[in-house]
């Protein structure tokens, strides 16, 4: 299992990916808003989407949880 | 003793010796996947070394051959290198008052014939039952630290670290310009976790806490992560040809090549979107000479690039904004990377190019509590101080501070290139138009809100199209991006006989 985890400090902009999803290691799952600009957040590792964390609009901070892959 | 006997005595100490450590440390080693000192040696040289040092340095204690380093001369690429190289068969390449003794003379010696310097480490420090002959004294230990410090800026000074690397043992590497790690077995550390488990509790294990895929991620005390000893000798023969033998000649002119060829242009792969995030990589392989590539940090702070590269055969150091990696954003790690690839590249000259895409340094209780703009500080003060051929290029936008961090028109670069489509601002058009008018935005009825902020979005991007601030001259010239490697060629030929002394003084006070 791994947490996905906020690079940066900013607003969950969009979220790409559904639970039960599977994903490929490097895909991004999630864009953060930061510094007006889109922060893809990429899946360090494959898997299935366990489970969504954020929500789209959430202000998260540098090392908050996204989503948990399996 | 009859000359036969003198020398087969002598053929016999100096086999001993060039065998290194008991039988038993060597299968150790290898299970490791380390190799001997003296194949590394092998490896890295185009023909071994061809004159060494100190081999029979306390030979007449039997148990301790070249005490534990190797220290010589050899070639890579047929130019002349100085080495150290510790040899973790002999009592773990710990350091005697000897091996100490040896490590001096090898520094001394490539200050003398003015070459570079390459420390192969893997030491677990020093013998405590030698101390007082090898730690305290006028040439003990901390001279060789001394002596690094000395000869920074003079000669490249390049750490291998294949073992560990601990205790006063871990400066060797914090004062060399580069540090190759070999994953699993490089380390680096104060205390080890013995240690630091007596003394204030803490349980962990040597990788967590000072491992190299850590330092070479989290600390930033290496720069390059190696996955064998083959991979960080091949990376050390590479990185050394972009340097000079010293800081009085220039770097060494290769055969041109062309950059690869891709399926899609410079212009294709920027997009329109300001905001939307490209990967900085794909724009540096279009301009460089192909397979040039030598990066530094690739590791840490990923959203700086930093590497060495050819154009049209040319040593240059790139500094690039990774937009892809946390928005290309500056953060204090990245300002640090930067800082000190700067002070490298322009100690031993080495052409700068800038590729700017930047919104800025990072905002926020956080980056402030870390200490961002002593750090940013360091990036602009080291990027100041640069003589060498420094060129920019504005790829989509600088904003803020990140304009001067990336050597904006203020810090003398020989050229600041704009590519169609940028933009320069104290920030973007959304967070301008949100500082200036949020009172009347506010005020204005909710239907009206997004049409006014519109329209004055638009007449900032007027204010702060490119071509305005072309016609200002705070920009030298517009380019297609397709034309950028054109144009890069022609201007770092141009610029090659610039010569400036920055300033003069006895130093600068440089912020840490």
Same mark, same amino acid.
């Given at each position: 299992m791994t947490i996905v985890k906020a690079s940066m400090a900013g607003t969950v902009w969009k979220i790409l990916v559904a639970e039960?999803?599977?994903?490929?290691?490097?895909?991004?799952?999630?864009i953060l808003e930061s510094m007006k600009m889109e922060i893809p957040i990429a899946a360090e590792e494959a898997g299935t989407v366990k489970r969504i964390i954020a929500a789209e609009g959430d202000f998260i901070n540098v090392d908050d949880d996204l989503v948990e892959i399996e | 003793m009859t000359k036969l006997t003198a020398d087969k005595k002598h053929q016999e100490m100096k086999d001993t010796v060039l065998k290194g450590g008991h039988e038993k440390y060597h299968e150790k080693n290898k299970e490791q996947g380390k190799l001997f000192v003296r194949e590394r040696l092998e490896l890295l040289f185009d023909e071994g070394l061809q004159a060494e040092d100190g081999t029979f340095a306390n030979v007449l204690a039997g148990d301790l051959p070249a005490d534990g380093v190797v220290t010589g001369i050899g070639k890579i690429h047929g130019r002349t290198v100085c080495v150290m190289a510790n040899d973790s068969t002999v009592k773990a390449g710990s350091w005697g008052k000897r091996t100490v003794e040896k490590i001096?003379?090898?520094?001394?010696? #490539? &200050?003398?014939?003015?070459?570079?310097?390459?420390? /192969?480490?893997?030491?677990? =420090? %020093?013998?405590?039952?030698?101390?007082?002959?090898?730690?305290?004294?006028?040439?003990g230990a901390g001279r060789i630290f001394y002596?690094?410090?000395?000869?920074?800026?003079?000669?490249?000074?390049?750490?291998?670290?294949?073992?560990?690397?601990?205790?006063g043992g871990a400066y060797i590497p914090a004062f060399c310009d580069v540090v190759v790690m070999v994953e699993g077995n490089a380390s680096?550390?104060?205390?080890?976790?013995?240690? #630091? &488990?007596?003394?204030?509790?803490?349980?962990?294990? /040597?990788?967590?806490?000072? =491992? %190299?895929?850590m330092h070479c991620s989290i600390s930033g005390c290496g720069d390059v992560?190696?996955?064998?000893?083959?991979?960080?000798?091949?990376?050390?023969?590479?990185?050394?040809?972009?340097?000079?033998?010293n800081f009085k000649n220039k770097p060494n002119v290769e055969d041109p090549k062309l950059p690869a060829t891709f399926e899609k242009s410079i212009e294709e792969i920027i997009p329109a979107n300001q905001n939307a995030a490209f990967n900085m990589y794909d724009l540096i392989d279009r301009i460089i000479d192909e397979g040039s590539f030598c990066e530094v940090k690739k590791l840490f702070a990923a959203e700086i690039i930093t590497g060495f590269a050819r154009i049209n055969g040319q040593s240059v150091g790139i500094i690039a904004n990774q937009p892809r990696v946390k928005g290309g954003v500056l953060f204090h790690d990245s300002a640090d990377k930067a800082a000190k690839f700067i002070s490298l590249c322009d100690a031993f000259h080495i052409p700068?190019?800038?590729?700017?895409?930047?919104?800025?340094?990072?905002?926020?209780?956080?980056?402030?509590k870390m200490g961002i703009i002593r750090h940013g500080a360091k990036m602009i003060f080291a990027m100041s101080e640069a003589t060498v051929p420094k060129i920019t290029v504005i790829v989509r936008k600088a904003y803020g501070a990140g304009l001067y961090a990336m050597a904006g028109p203020a810090f003398e670069p020989d050229v600041c290139i704009a590519l169609t489509g940028a933009q320069?601002?104290?920030?973007?058009?959304?967070?301008?138009?949100n500082a200036v008018y949020a009172n009347k935005i506010a005020a204005l009825p909710?239907?009206?809100?997004?049409?006014?902020?519109?329209?004055?979005?638009?007449?900032?991007?007027?204010?702060?199209?490119?071509?305005?601030?072309?016609s200002e001259l705070i920009i030298d010239d517009v380019i297609e991006p397709n034309e950028l490697r054109k144009t890069l060629e022609l201007r770092l030929d141009a610029y090659k006989s610039k010569k400036l002394t920055f300033t003069e003084r006895k130093h600068g006070v440089s912020p840490v």
């Amino acid at each position: 299992m791994t947490i996905v985890k906020a690079s940066m400090a900013g607003t969950v902009w969009k979220i790409l990916v559904a639970e039960g999803e599977q994903v490929s290691a490097g895909q991004d799952v999630v864009i953060l808003e930061s510094m007006k600009m889109e922060i893809p957040i990429a899946a360090e590792e494959a898997g299935t989407v366990k489970r969504i964390i954020a929500a789209e609009g959430d202000f998260i901070n540098v090392d908050d949880d996204l989503v948990e892959i399996e | 003793m009859t000359k036969l006997t003198a020398d087969k005595k002598h053929q016999e100490m100096k086999d001993t010796v060039l065998k290194g450590g008991h039988e038993k440390y060597h299968e150790k080693n290898k299970e490791q996947g380390k190799l001997f000192v003296r194949e590394r040696l092998e490896l890295l040289f185009d023909e071994g070394l061809q004159a060494e040092d100190g081999t029979f340095a306390n030979v007449l204690a039997g148990d301790l051959p070249a005490d534990g380093v190797v220290t010589g001369i050899g070639k890579i690429h047929g130019r002349t290198v100085c080495v150290m190289a510790n040899d973790s068969t002999v009592k773990a390449g710990s350091w005697g008052k000897r091996t100490v003794e040896k490590i001096i003379r090898i520094q001394e010696t #490539a &200050e003398k014939l003015s070459v570079p310097l390459l420390y /192969l480490v893997d030491s677990a =420090g %020093a013998r405590i039952t030698d101390q007082l002959e090898m730690f305290p004294g006028r040439r003990g230990a901390g001279r060789i630290f001394y002596n690094q410090v000395k000869l920074s800026g003079r000669i490249p000074q390049i750490c291998l670290l294949f073992g560990p690397s601990a205790a006063g043992g871990a400066y060797i590497p914090a004062f060399c310009d580069v540090v190759v790690m070999v994953e699993g077995n490089a380390s680096m550390y104060l205390g080890s976790p013995r240690m #630091a &488990e007596m003394v204030i509790g803490e349980k962990v294990d /040597l990788e967590t806490m000072g =491992g %190299a895929k850590m330092h070479c991620s989290i600390s930033g005390c290496g720069d390059v992560l190696a996955k064998t000893e083959e991979e960080a000798i091949a990376y050390a023969r590479q990185y050394i040809s972009y340097f000079p033998d010293n800081f009085k000649n220039k770097p060494n002119v290769e055969d041109p090549k062309l950059p690869a060829t891709f399926e899609k242009s410079i212009e294709e792969i920027i997009p329109a979107n300001q905001n939307a995030a490209f990967n900085m990589y794909d724009l540096i392989d279009r301009i460089i000479d192909e397979g040039s590539f030598c990066e530094v940090k690739k590791l840490f702070a990923a959203e700086i690039i930093t590497g060495f590269a050819r154009i049209n055969g040319q040593s240059v150091g790139i500094i690039a904004n990774q937009p892809r990696v946390k928005g290309g954003v500056l953060f204090h790690d990245s300002a640090d990377k930067a800082a000190k690839f700067i002070s490298l590249c322009d100690a031993f000259h080495i052409p700068l190019l800038f590729l700017a895409d930047v919104p800025g340094f990072m905002i926020g209780t956080q980056v402030e509590k870390m200490g961002i703009i002593r750090h940013g500080a360091k990036m602009i003060f080291a990027m100041s101080e640069a003589t060498v051929p420094k060129i920019t290029v504005i790829v989509r936008k600088a904003y803020g501070a990140g304009l001067y961090a990336m050597a904006g028109p203020a810090f003398e670069p020989d050229v600041c290139i704009a590519l169609t489509g940028a933009q320069i601002a104290v920030m973007g058009p959304e967070a301008a138009v949100n500082a200036v008018y949020a009172n009347k935005i506010a005020a204005l009825p909710k239907e009206e809100q997004t049409a006014f902020i519109e329209q004055q979005r638009e007449e900032y991007r007027k204010e702060i199209d490119v071509y305005r601030l072309a016609s200002e001259l705070i920009i030298d010239d517009v380019i297609e991006p397709n034309e950028l490697r054109k144009t890069l060629e022609l201007r770092l030929d141009a610029y090659k006989s610039k010569k400036l002394t920055f300033t003069e003084r006895k130093h600068g006070v440089s912020p840490v």
